[in-house]
């Protein structure tokens, strides 16, 4: 569960605590790698686990996604310089991950593939044109509300206009 700028567990018994990131009263927002508390996000926007149990969050105010592996230790994943076409994800609101361990991020009006080795592949939409328009991919689309990866690999994500499938991606 996300709470201001920290990531919070809940046990089966529905007890609450920090497991990453920093408490809403404490030092806030920021962007740093770390264990547990020691780590920052800035308005992190969506989580999801992987088959692997490390969460990966959607960190929104850092254009970036981040790692937390089971152990707490959180590290920048996706976001930066290397395999990636872009220098940034511009910001990344939700996430699901396949059985794969691909990546579907949703941000301001597009959807992108960040694959196991974190390189970052454009799927659908254009983060700088907003409004849907259905055909040929990829073309735009409204801003993503939330968005799933089915079993069969199928993504589905919500825009303002409704709920969209896309294939084979």
């Given at each position: 569960?996300?709470?201001?700028?920290?990531?919070?567990?809940?046990?089966?018994?529905?007890?609450?605590s920090?497991?990453?990131?920093s408490?809403?009263?404490?030092?806030?927002?920021?962007?740093?790698?770390?264990?547990?508390?020691?780590?920052?996000?800035?308005?992190?926007?969506?989580?999801?686990?992987?088959?692997?149990?490390?969460?990966?969050?959607?960190?929104?105010?850092?254009?970036?996604?981040?790692?937390?592996?089971?152990?707490?230790?959180?590290?920048?994943?996706?976001?930066?310089?290397?395999?990636?076409?872009?220098?940034?994800?511009?910001?990344?609101?939700?996430?699901?991950?396949?059985?794969?361990g691909?990546?579907?991020?949703?941000?301001?009006?597009?959807?992108?593939?960040?694959?196991?080795?974190?390189?970052?592949?454009?799927?659908?939409?254009?983060?700088?044109?907003?409004?849907?328009?259905?055909?040929?991919?990829?073309?735009?689309?409204?801003?993503?509300?939330?968005?799933?990866?089915?079993?069969?690999?199928?993504?589905?994500?919500?825009?303002?206009?409704?709920?969209?499938?896309?294939?084979g991606?």
């Open positions: 569960m996300i709470d201001g700028n920290e990531i919070v567990k809940i046990t089966p018994g529905g007890v609450l920090a497991w990453a990131g408490a809403a009263g404490a030092s806030g927002a920021g962007n740093k790698d770390g264990t547990g508390t020691s780590a920052m996000f800035s308005s992190p926007g969506g989580i999801a686990f992987a088959p692997s149990g490390d969460l990966y969050v959607a960190d929104t105010g850092n254009n970036t996604i981040r790692r937390i592996t089971p152990d707490a230790t959180v590290t920048t994943f996706a976001g930066t310089l290397g395999c990636t076409l872009q220098a940034g994800l511009p910001s990344p609101r939700s996430l699901a991950v396949d059985f794969a691909t990546i579907y991020v949703a941000g301001s009006s597009y959807i992108y593939r960040v694959t196991p080795d974190a390189c970052i592949y454009p799927v659908l939409g254009n983060p700088f044109v907003v409004g849907t328009i259905l055909g040929a991919l990829p073309t735009s689309i409204d801003p993503p509300q939330g968005i799933a990866a089915r079993p069969d690999g199928e993504i589905v994500f919500t825009v303002d206009s409704g709920l969209l499938v896309t294939t991606l």
